[in-house]
């Protein structure tokens, strides 16, 4: 059974490029969540998709969107990167009734140069 | 913004000893979970209590939950090197919606 994987695992950027980051959810799960981690931080969420929509956002602003495909796949998009995008990008996929517990990939290391 | 605050920020003990961090939040919740993380890779769920649970166990691992003083605590017995990771407490207000919200996570150092 596939756990959450990620790609690209490593991303170099420069300053007001655009990355698209993907996450494949463990088998059977629904709802993929994203999460930003700043080196020494803990994880912040960024928003969550059920059913191919936005379910819930956090504190973050428009540059961040995201997609969710019919087979439950989900991407983060990042427009005009700055520097302090520079961070771990977690995805974590769950069940989106009854189990309450995410299952976390390994993560995307973005450098904004 | 962070939930609350893991204590201590590092800790760091031989092979053997027990390991004991604490997590505060600042809102009511729905569960709490506990995540470790290696060398700034992917999570790893340990543990989840719910609001309703005061104690639970998972092999070498207990946690407990005191909603009244917003705190809950991770002891890691019989530590190993392999337990080296920092561990994050994580909380989940509203329930169906999986929103979790991170701690800012104890820095555990076990050595042989």
């Known amino acids: 059974d596939a756990g959450v994987t990620q790609s690209p695992t490593h991303l170099i950027k420069t300053r007001g490029q655009q990355v698209t980051l993907r996450c494949s959810p463990k088998?059977?799960?629904?709802?993929v969540s994203w999460y930003q981690q700043a080196l020494g931080q803990g994880p912040q969420f960024i928003f969550q998709?059920?059913?191919?929509?936005?379910?819930q956002r956090g504190n973050f602003p428009d540059r961040f969107s995201g997609h969710q495909f019919p087979n439950y796949s989900s991407e983060l998009n990042v427009n005009a990167l700055l520097l302090g995008d520079s961070a771990l990008y977690l995805c974590?996929?769950?069940?989106?009734?009854?189990?309450?517990?995410?299952?976390f990939g390994p993560g995307t290391r973005l450098l904004v140069l | 913004s962070q939930q609350g605050e893991e204590d201590p920020q590092a800790l760091s003990i031989q092979e053997g000893e027990n390991a004991t961090m604490n997590c505060s939040y600042k809102t009511s919740i729905n569960n709490l979970q506990w995540y470790r993380q290696n060398s700034g890779r992917g999570l790893v769920h340990l543990i989840l209590i719910r609001s309703n649970e005061r104690e639970k166990h998972s092999g070498r691992l207990r946690v407990t939950l005191d909603t009244s003083k917003k705190s809950s605590s991770l002891l890691i017995t019989a530590s190993r090197a392999a337990d080296t990771a920092s561990y994050f407490c994580a909380t989940d207000a509203a329930p169906g919606f999986q929103k979790l919200v991170f701690g800012t996570g104890t820095r555990l150092l076990v050595s042989p």
């Open positions: 974590a996929s769950s069940f989106s009734t009854g189990q309450e517990t995410q299952y």
């Open positions: 998709y059920y059913e191919e929509e936005e379910r």
């Open positions: 088998s059977g799960h629904d709802t």
